[in-house]
Antibody
């Protein structure tokens, strides 16, 4: 059974930091691109960033609004992806989902999400 | 960036009726080397994460009822629910994964008439 379990969300003040983790199981993590998508309350889905697999040189990309503040990473030995979020802004408040894109099959697996609230 | 536009924004249909949601991309999401359209459809119910219905534009995810189908190629795509059930009330999203940034449609709210 495929599972993606996010953790690390919580309440943080503007300017603060959080590190989200995404623990994966049930599929070939090392062969998958790992993405982060967020959704503010009552809003649509917004892609945040991704890190590709080793065979794709761990290529990284972000949306412009988080460039320089957020960092995606992965540890294939632990089947875990991370999203380090610094200099958080109120507008970063959202549920953050990790998403695995299995390149070989085109399937996309989603976690249950973790809530990040940026507020003073 | 590729812009994804869904239509309509909301849709009300009767139980047993066919429901159709459209998704248009501002540029082609067909990857010629493998002839795959990098387009997915999701269903999202309140308080739940998005549920994958369709990937590669027309491949139904395992366990998804066969009343859900996806079609289209290039820039124009359609999600069809052949016979609407009460449990299909949700918001539906399309997105491309052809390149970065990945972008989503604005969502279509489906209700029962």
């Amino acid at each position: 059974e495929v599972q993606l379990v996010e953790s690390g969300g919580g309440l943080v003040q503007p300017g603060g930091s959080l590190k989200l983790s995404c623990a994966a199981s049930g599929f070939t993590f090392s062969g998958s691109g790992m993405h982060w998508v967020r959704q503010a309350s009552g809003k649509g889905l917004e892609w945040v960033g991704r890190i590709k697999s080793k065979v794709n040189n761990y290529a990284i990309a972000y949306i412009a609004s988080v460039e320089g503040r957020f960092t995606v990473s992965r540890d294939d030995s632990k089947n875990t992806a991370y999203l380090q979020m610094n200099s958080l802004k109120i507008e970063d408040t959202a549920v953050y989902y990790c998403v695995a894109l299995v390149a070989a099959t085109g399937q996309l697996y989603w976690g249950q999400g973790t809530l990040v609230t940026v507020s003073s | 960036d590729i812009v994804m536009t869904q239509s309509p924004d909301s849709l009300a249909a009767s139980l047993g009726e066919r429901a159709t949601i459209n998704c248009k991309s501002s540029q082609s999401v067909l990857y010629s080397p493998n002839n795959k359209n990098y387009l997915a459809w999701y269903q999202q119910k309140p308080g739940q994460p998005p549920k994958l219905l369709i990937y590669w534009a027309s491949t139904r995810e395992s366990g998804v009822p066969d009343r859900f189908s996806g079609s289209g190629s290039g820039t124009d795509f359609t999600l069809t629910i052949s016979s609407l059930q009460a449990e299909d009330v949700a918001v539906y999203y399309c997105h491309h994964y052809y390149t970065t940034p990945i972008t989503f449609g604005q969502g279509t709210r489906l209700e029962i008439k």
